[in-house]
């Protein structure tokens, strides 16, 4: 199954990219991912669950961010294996700006399926592959936009402290 497309998220580039690569953050924004833990340089273990149709499942395995050009580009691969099936998942994002406060992230990947969740899964995967990527966005732009009023809320107690502090 392939997956590619972009979408265009009000955060600058480095924001973006410091969030795609934080384990937390991606913890909230994947769609099924449960756990995400640290096991080495860029490696982590991962625990997703799924729901497509009538198949649902627990799965264990990796992700590992590979090919990392700081700030523009990297690459993602996950391998999750299940009693119900294994998925073997490779991604390259690209960054681009789009000015101070825009970024585009452009995504291009392929997925390939086995046993159970193939077989059942193969009618449905498209639209709810579609459906995962919307979440995802969606997801990020949340977390996008909590860190800016979190970055506001620090600014003005940075203010208010500092005009405290010349009155007294």
Request: aromatic residues 6%; contains cysteine; proline residues 2%.
């Amino acid at each position: 199954m392939q997956l590619n497309g972009s979408h265009t998220l009000n955060a600058s580039k480095e924001q973006v990219w410091i969030m795609l690569l934080d384990p937390e953050t991606l913890t909230k924004v994947i769609p099924s991912l449960k756990s995400l833990e640290a096991t080495g340089e860029g490696t982590y273990k991962a625990i997703c669950e799924v729901k497509m149709g009538p198949v649902s499942g627990t799965f264990e395995g990796t992700m590992e961010t590979i090919n990392l050009q700081p700030m523009d580009s990297f690459t993602l691969i996950m391998k999750q294996n299940s009693k119900i099936g294994n998925v073997a998942a490779e991604g390259h994002i690209l960054l681009k700006s789009k000015g101070e406060t825009e970024t585009e992230m452009i995504f291009d990947g392929e997925a390939k399926l086995s046993g159970l969740l193939a077989r059942t899964g193969q009618r449905v995967l498209s639209g709810v592959a579609n459906s995962l990527v919307g979440m995802f966005f969606k997801a990020l732009e949340k977390e996008i936009a909590q860190d800016k009023e979190s970055e506001a809320s620090n600014q003005k107690q940075e203010k208010k402290g500092f005009w405290s502090k010349l009155v007294k």
